[in-house]
């Protein structure tokens, strides 16, 4: 079965760094879109950060130049790096990869977030001074 484990998660003051972890098992990794989400209370959840197969990049607009995300097929893991990270920022971080039968996902995560079947349990970012 797939499973999808997040770590990395903490308080971080404003203008900090933190990097996410994301572990993905139960599947073949290397095949797959793989992105982050986030969710704030009272907020719906929107996508962060996408990555494809062939490792192109899609970032939510306001991430742009202070987000990266990369994947290590050999450790089947995906990250984000976050830098400059402000309150805004603050919410449950979400791991997500699509339906196995699917591919190239990425290109709608924005928008369309049902193609991603698979959610690990969040870890929780908070900017805050």
């Known amino acids: 079965q797939v499973q999808l484990v997040e770590s990395g998660g903490g308080l971080v003051q404003p203008g900090g760094s933190l990097t996410l972890s994301c572990v993905g098992s139960?599947?073949?990794?290397?095949?797959?879109?793989i992105g982050w989400f986030r969710q704030a209370p009272g907020k719906e959840r929107e996508g962060v950060s996408c990555?494809?197969?062939?490792?192109?990049?899609y970032y939510l607009e306001s991430v742009k130049g202070r987000f990266t995300i990369a994947r290590d097929n050999a450790k089947n893991t995906l990250y984000l790096q976050m830098n400059n990270l402000s309150p805004e920022d603050t919410a449950v971080y979400y791991c997500?990869?699509?339906?196995?039968?699917?591919?190239?996902?990425?290109?709608?995560?924005?928008?369309?977030?049902?193609?991603?079947?698979?959610w690990g349990q969040g870890t929780q970012v908070t900017v805050s001074s």
């Open positions: 997500a990869t699509e339906d196995p039968s699917l591919r190239k996902s990425c290109g709608s995560f924005l928008t369309d977030q049902s193609a991603f079947d698979y």
């Open positions: 139960g599947f073949t990794f290397k095949y797959h879109d």
């Open positions: 990555i494809g197969a062939s490792s192109d990049r």
